[in-house]
T-cell receptor
Framework: GEDVEQSLFLSVREGDSSVINCTYT??????LYWYKQEPGAGLQLLTY?????DMKQDQRLTVLLNKKDKHLSLRIADTQTGDSAIYFC?????????????FGTGTLLAVQP | KAGVTQTPRYLIKTRGQQVTLSCSPI?????VSWYQQTPGQGLQFLFE???????NKGNFPGRFSGRQFSNSRSEMNVSTLELGDSALYLC?????????????FGPGTRLTVL
């Protein structure tokens, strides 16, 4: 079945690195995404990784994918108070004949000044 | 380039009424998907459209329906509203259809059913 899990809450101090973790179950997922949601707003696409990659870096963001363990992580370097938000990981489903995303429960990141 | 727009941003309805939500995708994008977000169930897929055809539908009752127009704009309709339909409804657009396409979300429509 399709299931994506995340820890619910993470608290870090400003300037530290944040690591948000996600596990998924669909072994044939083609793309895995990270979205950010600020209060009262929609979802902002942060980055994504293709399932045949191990790592992707984009400025302060680093995505690591362990396909064997079906584990995805998002590392935010030098975390700022503006990074406080809910972070969702999502996987695209099998077959390619759909845009459907399966989302995790979201991780609330709280950045302390 | 303008992002995904959704109208209205906020709606208050009463049980039994019906509601229509609108989504305009990013210019040039041809695929639109809809999601429901609630505190209890999280983000759940409603349906997706490409070339004016519904391609997939999530596990929602028939009261939830949608359509896509020739200009790629999409509407979703919920009839006979129930209290549990209160949610943030999010629309996402992508260039084409298929899992290799990045999806960009609008700000959502916040529906409250009283």
């Amino acid at each position: 079945g399709e299931d994506v899990e995340q820890s619910l809450f993470l608290s870090v101090r400003e300037g530290d690195s944040s690591v948000i973790n996600c596990t998924y179950t669909d072994s044939s997922s083609t793309y895995l995404y990270w979205y950010k949601q600020e209060p009262g707003a929609g979802l902002q696409l942060l980055t994504y990784i293709f399932s045949n990659m191990d790592m992707k870096q984009d400025q302060r963001l680093t995505v690591l994918l362990n396909k064997k363990d079906k584990h995805l992580s998002l590392r935010i370097a030098d975390t700022q108070t503006g990074d406080s938000a809910i972070y969702f990981c999502a996987e695209s489903t099998t077959g390619g004949a759909t845009n459907k995303l399966i989302f995790g429960t979201g991780t609330l990141l709280a950045v302390q000044p | 380039k303008a992002g995904v727009t959704q109208t209205p941003r906020y709606l208050i309805k009463t049980r039994g009424q019906q509601v229509t939500l609108s989504c305009s995708p990013i210019s040039g994008h041809r695929s639109v998907s809809w999601y429901q977000q609630t505190p209890g169930q999280g983000l759940q897929f409603l349906f997706e459209y490409f070339s004016e055809t519904q391609r997939n539908k999530g596990n929602f009752p028939g009261r939830f329906s949608g359509r896509q127009f020739s200009n790629s704009r999409s509407e979703m309709n919920v009839s006979t509203l129930e209290l549990g339909d209160s949610a943030l409804y999010l629309c996402a657009s992508s260039l084409e259809w298929g899992s290799r396409n990045e999806q960009f979300f609008g700000p959502g429509t916040r529906l409250t059913v009283l």
